[in-house]
């Protein structure tokens, strides 16, 4: 991918000197430019779509202020600048971030061939290409996951050379992290959205002048710096989604969480997390943790699906190590035997059972994919 269109029109919107600029891939992998008027918001420099992973993608301006602060404090946080390596699709904040911090650092970026995908070898092609001292990439969970499942000498020894690989865009489960901190690889969790120009909660902790707080309901609010303008377009999606109090500017996520003592962020699932069934509340991210226990799986989502007897019933889109017909089967017994027992009423109404998770291209699940088609599955039982 020739990125040298998309940091020559990033340069000139930092720099004041063209209109903001929305950045994609077409099917060929080649980089697509597209200049946006952005009337009644000032210094505007990026308009990001939003990934759509539960719902209409939504348009976020970014401006130059919020992007210089947020590269500030990502240099600060991680003890430096250098080069990156862009291994994420350029429409999404944490592949236009890797950019957006080169240009800033003054360094030149390096993009990984993604023609065939992501896979261990392209990754680690694109890394030995790296020519600073202090290196810096950006992956998502299952990237992560790749990388680390029976590595090669070459890939563990490209990994462990970056000062940091930052993964964000959906949970990384604690044995991944684990994992790959004892195979020497420098991970740093980080908690964001488009709306505050990706990542600005880094193990937890908010970056320098990023705010954040949870109120009474449990919702996670950030403020700070590194704020979106706002939607384009959209005055009054942006006015029930950023709210000022007290003189303070916030973002309302759609996430639920809980700070400790010591000022650490634990993120404890979605807005919308909860399902009613049968007058009975149940935590979709409990049940996909419970599940993610059983042997053999690999990756779980659920969620509550139109029911005619429950009012929403339980249903769940599992991952399995064994997708054969027969593992499936296998698997599917135990929802009306031993694991389904164990669960109780959590337990699954509807299972939709394969190889993988469904995604979007930026790596994230696609909850709204998977969300249509269990719906369709139960068929409102």
């Not at 360094?107 to 990754?123: H, I, K, N, Q, Y």
């Not at 990388?147 to 970056?162: G, H, I, K, V």
């Not at 609010?221 to 005055?235: D, E, K, Q, S």
Request: with cysteine; hydrophobic share 45%.
């Amino acid at each position: 991918m020739d990125i040298d269109p998309a940091l020559k029109a990033l340069a000139a919107a930092l720099h004041g000197e063209g209109p903001a600029v929305e950045l994609s891939a077409d099917q060929d992998g080649n980089t697509v430019v597209r200049l946006v008027e952005t009337p009644g918001i000032d210094d505007a420099a990026i308009v990001v779509r939003t990934s759509g992973s539960t719902g209409t993608p939504k348009a976020t301006v970014l401006t130059v202020e919020a992007l210089a602060a947020s590269s500030m404090a990502t240099a600060f946080a991680l003890k430096g600048e250098g080069q990156w390596l862009l291994a994420l699709p350029l429409q999404y904040v944490a592949g236009i971030q890797v950019l957006v911090r080169s240009l800033f650092a003054g360094t030149r970026p390096w993009v990984m061939d993604l023609s065939d995908g992501f896979t261990p070898e392209a990754f680690t092609a694109a890394a030995l290409e790296l020519t600073d001292k202090f290196r810096f990439t950006s992956l998502v969970p299952t990237q992560l996951k790749r990388l680390l499942d029976s590595p090669s000498p070459e890939t563990l020894a490209a990994l462990r050379r970056f000062n940091a690989v930052l993964i964000g865009g959906a949970p990384a489960a604690p044995e991944l992290l684990a994992a790959a901190r004892d195979a020497g690889v420098r991970v740093v969790t980080t908690y964001g959205a488009a709306e505050s120009c990706g990542g600005c909660i880094y193990d937890g902790f908010p970056l320098e002048n990023v705010l954040v707080r949870v109120d009474a309901e449990g919702r996670i609010l950030l403020g700070g710096a590194t704020l979106a303008a706002g939607y384009l377009g959209a005055p009054d999606l942006t006015a029930g989604t950023f709210v000022e109090e007290d003189g303070v500017r916030w973002y309302r996520t759609g996430d639920l969480g809980a700070i400790d003592a010591d000022g650490k962020l634990t993120v404890a699932g979605r807005v919308d997390d909860v399902i009613i069934t049968g007058g009975v509340k149940v935590s979709a991210a409990r049940v996909e943790s419970e599940l993610e226990k059983l042997d053999g799986v690999l990756a779980a989502f659920v969620t509550g699906v139109p029911s005619t007897e429950w009012g929403q019933a339980v249903a769940a889109y599992v991952a399995l190590a064994d997708s054969s017909p027969e593992g499936i089967e296998a698997f599917k017994a135990g929802q009306h035997g031993s694991w389904g027992a164990a669960l109780g009423r959590k337990a699954p109404k509807t299972v939709q059972a394969a190889a993988e998770l469904l995604m979007l291209p930026n790596g994230k699940p696609d909850r709204l994919g998977m969300a249509i088609l269990l719906d369709s599955l139960h068929q409102g039982r």
